[in-house]
Nanobody, 126 residues
């Protein structure tokens, strides 16, 4: 089992920045690819970003490319999502996820990805 706990969400004005963190415990964190997803009210959960176990490969959704950066620190068992130039449409609950397979995070479904955090709210005001 891997437990994931997100933090860093909050209220920010449009154009501002936030950094989300996801702390992992349990099985060996460095064996897992990690990702971030978000779900806005009335919408399906969507893929945002993913990073390989080594940090050498990353994927981003087109909607956040150039504004968000995913990174990880395996020594701290933590994955991060740096969010810059935030827009009101970025408002959502953000979830951290982990899976042995990087492409499962990019293309998989909520039910097929191994581990999920409980989510953290990000609200961007206009």
């Amino acid at each position: 089992q891997v437990q994931l706990v997100e933090s860093g969400g909050g209220l920010v004005q449009a154009g501002g920045s936030l950094r989300l963190s996801c702390a992992a415990s349990g099985r060996t964190f460095s064996n897992y690819a990690m990702g971030w997803f978000r779900q806005a009210p009335g919408k399906e959960r969507e893929f945002i970003a993913a990073i390989s176990w080594s940090g050498g490969t990353t994927y981003y959704a087109d909607s956040v490319k150039g504004r968000f950066t995913i990174s990880r620190d395996n020594a701290k068992n933590t994955v991060y999502l740096q969010m810059n130039t935030l827009k009101p449409e970025d408002t959502a609950v953000y979830y951290c996820a982990g899976d042995k397979y990087l492409l499962e995070l990019k293309y998989g479904n909520s039910w097929s990805i191994e581990y999920w955090g409980q989510g953290t709210q990000v609200t961007v005001s206009s």
